[in-house]
């Protein structure tokens, strides 16, 4: 590796990371001409940087953008442009870590809404990585039928496409209003169970009972018998587990429709 | 300047085959191509950007299976970071071999540019100091990429917005010898070398005129932002009547080669997308040679 060289771009980036360079480096390094000097030339750069990254997040964000406006959305970016510099290839994995950002850098003592950022963010995430996740639209799914679905021994899974999540907000409105391209909607707080799916390319959001969250979370990505999930699922609800039992029997063939199980191979 | 006229003895485009017309395969184009017959997608072939499709499952996915199974498709990077003075990134060259396995491209490109160092990535493509160490340093590492990928890879002129104090050759220059040294091919984007002989105040002509005609495997057309004192390479509007010339020289110079309109920002609807290509055939008329 020419030392030249990392020394030039290990010097190049830091600047574009930090947003400015000393001109008197930057007019050593940089040609420049009667139309634009080193250092405006430097500035498209560092510029561009910042601008890409926030459209990234705005394109990942949109719900959170419609939520708390441009200017603000802006300064969340900007922040977590600041404190997380791209390290992957994958313009796509940037925003992983965004609603974490936003989680630990809620205003202390902030009232009710201060985790409604992160919480918006987090539900964003899901629904981008479900997107993009291997899906059951080619899996065979002739193998549930009523009597098969609870077989003992039966395994089912959590597909790649399933995210379950507890926030403390109602964010299905300000999802949909977003998605509608409508105004902002200020969600209510207030303890949500949900699972974010996919089927047929379709990502949605599904509000679910304790119960059933209980049950798809005990399958996991990994799997596990059905009735042990049932069990699982019984005493972590409250149900008593035959009622529970009886209920998926009828639901089990819903929730394989949206996408939300599958069988473990 | 000396010419670098084709050599006879030599296949042109490396041996690849002319494609015809195409454009990027891109999101807001899937739900036409998926109603439509492909019969009626009016372009012989697809680029797609290999980022957008490295590790997706999704629909963009679906989508592309289904353009692969009747198109030619030409894989597009913007992350290779051919030219920066980090090891090549291991994991990054896997995935884009999977995803080369998984839809099989005539060929695959990216920029003579670096994206990061030191495991920070600017997601830009960033301009290289053009000085006879790096350019050893790139053809090095274009060799160890094409004996990852099992092919030669494609490598793209810039768009740039600044050049290195210390400079020892022109841009054409040092592609021209990267592509003889490492035997790669080289993808001429004519909008970006207008956009940097405007930047840098060159003779866009000559820069396309001093290149190894033989060695160019594609042609990018596209449309830049005019900034006043610069030209950005925003790819959000059609292409520019100097630019359009930089094309019919190309053509004249290779005696033709696959032509891809990229569109990345606004991007129109597919009807306009298709009637802005057809611009080029008519160019490609109004050339002989390349007819």
């Given at each position: 590796m020419p030392e030249a060289l990392a020394d030039l771009q290990e010097w190049m980036l830091g600047a574009i990371v930090a947003g400015t360079a000393e001109p008197e480096t930057v007019r050593g390094r940089i040609e420049g001409n009667d139309r634009l000097g080193p250092e405006g030339r430097f500035a498209i750069y560092a510029g561009g940087y910042r601008s890409r990254l926030i459209e990234s997040l705005q394109n990942e964000y949109p719900a959170l953008r419609l939520l708390v406006g441009d200017t603000v959305f802006e300064l969340f970016a900007r922040g977590y442009i600041a404190a997380n510099p791209p390290r992957h290839f994958?313009?796509?994995?940037?925003?992983?870590?965004f609603a974490d950002h936003l989680e630990a850098t809620r205003p202390a003592g902030g009232g009710p809404f201060a985790g409604l950022p992160a919480a918006v963010a987090r539900l964003e995430r899901a629904r981008a990585e479900v997107q993009r996740a291997e899906g059951i639209e080619r899996r065979d799914r002739s193998w549930l039928t009523a009597e098969a679905a609870l077989l003992p021994g039966l395994r089912l899974r959590l597909p790649d496409s399933v995210r379950l999540l507890g926030l403390d907000f109602d964010l299905l409105p300000l999802i949909e209003a977003s998605e509608d391209g409508g105004g902002a909607v200020v969600p209510e707080p207030g303890e949500s169970l949900i699972a974010v799916v996919r089927s047929g390319y379709r990502v949605r959001q599904l509000p679910l009972e304790p119960w059933r969250h209980a049950w798809l979370e005990a399958l996991g990505a990994d799997g596990a018998d059905v009735y042990g999930a049932a069990a699982a699922a019984a005493s972590s609800s409250g149900r008593e587990a035959g009622a529970l039992l009886a209920d998926l029997t009828l639901w089990l063939p819903v929730a394989t429709s949206l996408g939300l199980v599958t069988k473990a191979d | 300047m000396a010419r670098a006229d084709p050599d006879p003895a030599r296949p042109p485009r490396l041996g690849f085959p002319n494609l015809g017309d195409g454009v990027g395969l891109r999101d807001p184009h899937f739900a036409h191509l998926m109603r439509t017959d492909p019969a009626d997608w009016g372009v012989d072939w697809f680029e797609l950007l290999s980022e957008n499709f490295l590790d997706h499952r999704g629909y963009a996915a679906h989508v592309l299976e289904r353009v692969a199974a009747h198109r030619p498709v030409v894989m597009h990077g913007?992350?290779?970071?051919?030219?920066?003075?980090?090891?090549?990134?291991a994991a990054y060259l896997d995935k884009l071999a999977e995803l080369a396995e998984r839809v099989k491209p005539v060929w695959i490109s990216d920029h003579?540019?670096?994206?990061?160092?030191a495991g920070t990535n600017s997601h830009d493509l960033l301009p290289m100091p053009l000085t006879e160490a790096s350019l050893a340093h790139v053809t090095s590492r274009v060799r160890q990429v094409q004996d990852r990928l099992g092919r030669p890879l494609i490598v793209e002129n810039p768009s740039s917005y600044l050049q290195f104090a210390g400079a020892q050759m022109p841009e054409w220059e040092y592609l021209g010898r990267l592509a003889e040294d490492s035997g790669c091919g080289l993808l001429l984007d004519v909008n970006n070398v207008h956009v940097s002989a405007f930047n840098h105040g060159f003779d866009a002509a000559a820069y396309i005129e001093a290149l190894p005609a033989d060695r160019i495997v594609q042609v990018h057309l596209a449309g830049p932002r005019d900034c006043g004192t610069h030209l950005l390479d925003t790819h959000d509007s059609p292409v520019l009547e100097p630019v359009w010339a930089l094309y019919a020289l190309a053509m004249r110079r290779t005696g033709g080669v696959s032509t891809l309109l990229e569109w990345d920002s606004s991007i129109p609807p597919y009807e306009e997308l298709l009637a802005e290509l057809a611009k080029a055939r008519a160019w490609r008329a109004a050339e002989p040679a390349c007819a």
């Amino acid at each position: 590796m020419p030392e030249a060289l990392a020394d030039l771009q290990e010097w190049m980036l830091g600047a574009i990371v930090a947003g400015t360079a000393e001109p008197e480096t930057v007019r050593g390094r940089i040609e420049g001409n009667d139309r634009l000097g080193p250092e405006g030339r430097f500035a498209i750069y560092a510029g561009g940087y910042r601008s890409r990254l926030i459209e990234s997040l705005q394109n990942e964000y949109p719900a959170l953008r419609l939520l708390v406006g441009d200017t603000v959305f802006e300064l969340f970016a900007r922040g977590y442009i600041a404190a997380n510099p791209p390290r992957h290839f994958s313009l796509y994995d940037y925003g992983a870590r965004f609603a974490d950002h936003l989680e630990a850098t809620r205003p202390a003592g902030g009232g009710p809404f201060a985790g409604l950022p992160a919480a918006v963010a987090r539900l964003e995430r899901a629904r981008a990585e479900v997107q993009r996740a291997e899906g059951i639209e080619r899996r065979d799914r002739s193998w549930l039928t009523a009597e098969a679905a609870l077989l003992p021994g039966l395994r089912l899974r959590l597909p790649d496409s399933v995210r379950l999540l507890g926030l403390d907000f109602d964010l299905l409105p300000l999802i949909e209003a977003s998605e509608d391209g409508g105004g902002a909607v200020v969600p209510e707080p207030g303890e949500s169970l949900i699972a974010v799916v996919r089927s047929g390319y379709r990502v949605r959001q599904l509000p679910l009972e304790p119960w059933r969250h209980a049950w798809l979370e005990a399958l996991g990505a990994d799997g596990a018998d059905v009735y042990g999930a049932a069990a699982a699922a019984a005493s972590s609800s409250g149900r008593e587990a035959g009622a529970l039992l009886a209920d998926l029997t009828l639901w089990l063939p819903v929730a394989t429709s949206l996408g939300l199980v599958t069988k473990a191979d | 300047m000396a010419r670098a006229d084709p050599d006879p003895a030599r296949p042109p485009r490396l041996g690849f085959p002319n494609l015809g017309d195409g454009v990027g395969l891109r999101d807001p184009h899937f739900a036409h191509l998926m109603r439509t017959d492909p019969a009626d997608w009016g372009v012989d072939w697809f680029e797609l950007l290999s980022e957008n499709f490295l590790d997706h499952r999704g629909y963009a996915a679906h989508v592309l299976e289904r353009v692969a199974a009747h198109r030619p498709v030409v894989m597009h990077g913007v992350s290779m970071s051919i030219g920066s003075a980090d090891p090549l990134d291991a994991a990054y060259l896997d995935k884009l071999a999977e995803l080369a396995e998984r839809v099989k491209p005539v060929w695959i490109s990216d920029h003579l540019c670096w994206t990061g160092i030191a495991g920070t990535n600017s997601h830009d493509l960033l301009p290289m100091p053009l000085t006879e160490a790096s350019l050893a340093h790139v053809t090095s590492r274009v060799r160890q990429v094409q004996d990852r990928l099992g092919r030669p890879l494609i490598v793209e002129n810039p768009s740039s917005y600044l050049q290195f104090a210390g400079a020892q050759m022109p841009e054409w220059e040092y592609l021209g010898r990267l592509a003889e040294d490492s035997g790669c091919g080289l993808l001429l984007d004519v909008n970006n070398v207008h956009v940097s002989a405007f930047n840098h105040g060159f003779d866009a002509a000559a820069y396309i005129e001093a290149l190894p005609a033989d060695r160019i495997v594609q042609v990018h057309l596209a449309g830049p932002r005019d900034c006043g004192t610069h030209l950005l390479d925003t790819h959000d509007s059609p292409v520019l009547e100097p630019v359009w010339a930089l094309y019919a020289l190309a053509m004249r110079r290779t005696g033709g080669v696959s032509t891809l309109l990229e569109w990345d920002s606004s991007i129109p609807p597919y009807e306009e997308l298709l009637a802005e290509l057809a611009k080029a055939r008519a160019w490609r008329a109004a050339e002989p040679a390349c007819a």
